[in-house]
């Protein structure tokens, strides 16, 4: 095998990753004579050195890379002995992963050619409860896909109304999750979030709930892939992890540490808002991560973490992707811990939070003109307010979360915190 991988950018090739001086680093060199395009690879790094600072270009292209379970048991049946050997897991799985970066070894790359295999439904089912009880996305030894995160899913292509299992080097266009035995309701939860943000307009790919029972599976559209007939074509995007320079062998750095809330190694609002301040062409990234924040604390999504937050990246411009991962899921029977994966004015527990927060928050980071965070946070609470009228609850969403939901947007609209809701408490306003 070559002692190199080549990484392009929608198809181009701009550099070269060889082994680091630990197992979960790498090094990243750009192509000689290469010059930055009007897309940007990464916000973590520039081109403008030759080869670029090992941590860096290690954290990017980590942020790629399996999770948990998954990693463990990909790796070891691709016979890589040590699951944070980054080099071997991008050389086994880089040729199609999330946004338009693609790594491969040159000549594994000839043997893999992309191909589509038409897939019937009892197969998916038989693939999905694989994941379900493997942990290896559902996948087999002719894969050469991997998607960061730690549910089990599927990645397929689907082409008109048929769906095909990609091959080799064939780039997948949805996601598939099984539903869990431990969270019956967790598919129903997401699909709702999901209906949620798009009514609000943050997020414009499609989701649907399949089968039942222990057959149930979600249906997720991926919105770094365009599909036109049969040719799947990549959009580019990173995480916030990746832009950040986070650590990606740990899962904890994704979140806020609220022992040390200023660890810059860690995630932080303040962080993320500084972050999109300085991307590139027209727009208005820290607006959108407000309204997000806003969403966020009104949804009950404890998961917003950095890997759940990501920047598309456009001929000339860079901008927030669609909100996706987004579930209610604080309102779980049961669940004792109520804090966020970031702090809000201060404040991780989501019972303390108020709408004065999240405008204290974005005040603080000096991004947005007087007046304009009230505005977006006043704003998204009415916007709310209509989308929980519009949009059906699916079937399987606990009736305690939708008056959690209901509760949340009340108390924030009415100046106060969250709180704890009463047993019994019914919305003051009906849906017409």
């Not at 670029?52 to 270009?57: G, L, N, W």
């Not at 040390?260 to 590139?280: C, F, H, N, T």
């Not at 304009?372 to 949009?391: G, M, P, Q, S």
């Amino acid at each position: 095998m070559a002692e190199r991988l080549e990484v392009r950018l929608h198809g181009e090739q701009v550099g070269w990753i060889s082994r680091g001086s630990r197992r979960d680093r790498v090094e990243f060199g750009w192509t000689d004579g290469y010059e930055p395009g009007p897309v940007t690879l990464t916000e973590s790094f520039g081109a403008v050195r030759r080869v670029a600072p090992s941590a860096a270009a290690s954290s990017f292209f980590g942020g790629y890379a399996l999770e948990g379970r998954q990693r463990e048991r990909l790796t070891q049946r691709r016979g890589i002995s040590n699951p944070t050997d980054l080099y071997a897991m991008l050389r086994e799985f880089g040729s199609s992963i999330a946004g338009a970066v693609t790594v491969s070894d040159p000549q594994t790359a000839r043997r893999t050619q992309p191909r589509y295999e038409p897939i019937r439904d009892g197969e998916i089912i038989a693939r999905l409860r694989r994941a379900v009880s493997e942990g290896d996305l559902g996948s087999d030894d002719q894969s050469r896909s991997m998607l960061a995160g730690y549910q089990p899913k599927l990645l397929l292509a689907r082409f008109g109304e048929q769906w095909y299992l990609p091959r080799g080097r064939a780039h997948s266009t949805h996601i598939l999750k099984p539903r869990l035995e431990g969270r019956p309701d967790g598919l129903a939860r997401e699909h709702y979030g999901h209906a949620l943000a798009a009514e609000l307009g943050l997020a414009r790919y499609r989701t649907e709930m399949v089968g039942s029972g222990a057959r149930q599976y979600l249906v997720i559209e991926r919105y770094d892939r365009s599909v036109d007939g049969e040719t799947v074509t990549l959009i580019h995007q990173e995480d916030a992890a990746q832009a950040l320079g986070l650590d990606w062998v740990h899962d904890h750095a994704k979140f806020q540490d609220p022992q040390v809330p200023r660890d810059s190694r860690r995630l932080s609002a303040y962080r993320i808002a500084e972050l999109l301040g300085s991307l590139q062409g027209q727009g208005q990234p820290v607006a959108d991560l407000l309204r997000r924040l806003t969403f966020t604390v009104l949804l009950g999504d404890n998961d917003a973490h950095a890997k759940n937050l990501a920047i598309l990246h456009l001929p000339g411009r860079s901008v927030l992707t669609d909100v996706y991962d987004a579930v209610p899921n604080l309102f779980q029977e049961g669940r004792i811990d109520c804090n966020l994966a970031l702090a809000i004015d201060g404040s991780f527990d989501h019972r303390r939070i108020s709408a004065a927060h999240l405008i204290r928050e974005a005040e603080q980071w000096n991004a947005l003109p007087a007046g304009e965070a009230e505005r977006i946070v006043t704003t998204t609470l009415a916007d709310f307010t209509k989308a929980f009228d519009r949009v059906t609850v699916p079937s399987g969403v606990p009736a305690a979360a939708v008056a959690q939901l209901a509760w949340n947007t009340e108390r924030l609209q009415s100046g106060a915190e969250i709180g704890e809701r009463p047993t019994g408490y019914r919305r003051r306003h009906s849906r017409p």
